[in-house]
């Protein structure tokens, strides 16, 4: 353990929600996949699948996070004795958890020998999701008389700027395998536009999402579309799903951005983009190529098109050299 890692206590730590910037929603797509996570958690914190960023909080954070931990625990104290518990299935039995266990379980982790709430230290920036079942892991493991978790594994961290705690929240989302949730296109888009605002480059996002620079340029262009025209709340609408990401050609968005069109005209294209993007060679054109080019390599990469199949290519491949140089000479000579 390096020099900026050491246990936390986890009343000393709080996540901010609206800090995990690569989730622009739930974090969960189903119930289904936080019980999954939950029984993933169980059997005690797995340190190889990454520990809690942490930062130092200021007042104003602390005082921020005490509200909001007195919120959660009063709508512990309020829910119903006849509430329905919650069955989760973990190592072939399942374990059912009330309301009134979770209380228990969330006082004796955030109440002080004083019955006072205990006021974190640190705010986490990466473990969103882990962090929001760990009551839920504690209150099955309480039923089955096992300790709490109560101190997890953390790394201080200091932050240069917005931008660099934007970036590393996003890259440990994007790194992890195990009990992870890859993030969906509206994901990428809301935490592009976070970034973007803190000043960032198409660089940065390669860096955050591990995409090539075609889907950087998109992202990258997207978010200058929805600075240039904040009134049509481009990415809102994207987040929310009312735009897709599929239907914008990286090149048509470009262009639009280049030619300075007005709020309506914009609009109006936002109803239709697909029908602006660039236009590729027609099926009949291709199966020409495909039976009369003269070109060997040229009728043999439309039949790979056409059939779908990128093997027909793999002997032109592995000659790339010598195919190259053979072409750089024909067009030359």
């Not at 130092?56 to 509430?83: H, W």
């Not at 069955?87 to 955030?110: A, D, F, N």
Request: with cysteine; proline share 4%; charged share 30%.
């Amino acid at each position: 353990m390096d020099k900026n890692s050491h246990i936390a206590p986890v009343a000393d730590l709080f996540w901010f929600a609206e800090e995990n910037y690569s989730r622009s929603g739930k974090f969960f797509d189903t119930p289904s996949r936080e019980k999954e996570l939950i029984a993933l958690l169980y059997g005690g914190w797995d340190d190889g699948l990454g520990r809690p960023m942490v930062s130092r909080m200021t007042p104003d954070e602390q005082a921020e996070a005490a509200k909001r931990l007195g919120v959660e625990y009063e709508a512990l104290k309020g829910a119903p004795i006849s509430a329905e518990a919650e069955s989760i299935r973990i190592g072939g039995e399942t374990i059912s958890i009330s309301p009134m266990e979770m209380l228990k379980v969330w006082e004796s982790v955030h109440l002080d020998s004083k019955g006072r709430i205990r006021i974190p230290e640190y705010k986490a920036a990466s473990c969103f999701r882990r962090g929001s079942v760990l009551l839920k892991v504690n209150t099955c493991r309480a039923k089955k008389g096992l300790e709490a978790i109560n101190a997890l594994p953390v790394a201080v961290k200091t932050w240069d700027t917005p931008l660099a705690q934007v970036v590393a929240c996003v890259r440990e989302n994007t790194l992890k395998t195990a009990g992870s949730q890859n993030l969906r296109d509206w994901d990428l888009v809301n935490a592009c536009r976070v970034a973007f605002r803190f000043g960032a480059t198409q660089a940065e996002y390669r860096r955050m999402f591990g995409i090539k620079e075609g889907m950087s340029q998109k992202y990258h262009r997207l978010c200058q579309l929805d600075a240039k025209y904040p009134n049509l709340h481009i990415a809102d609408r994207i987040v929310s799903g009312e735009l897709e990401t599929r239907l914008f050609d990286k090149e048509v968005v470009k262009k639009v951005l280049d030619e300075a069109l007005t709020e309506e005209a914009v609009t109006e294209w936002l109803s239709t983009p697909r029908a602006n993007d660039p236009k590729i060679m027609a099926k009949k054109a291709i199966v020409g190529l495909a039976d009369q080019c003269p070109v060997a390599l040229v009728a043999l990469t439309a039949k790979a098109i056409l059939s779908n199949d990128a093997k027909l290519l793999a002997r032109a491949i592995a000659k790339a050299e010598a195919v190259n140089k053979a072409v750089e000479v024909a067009l030359n000579s």
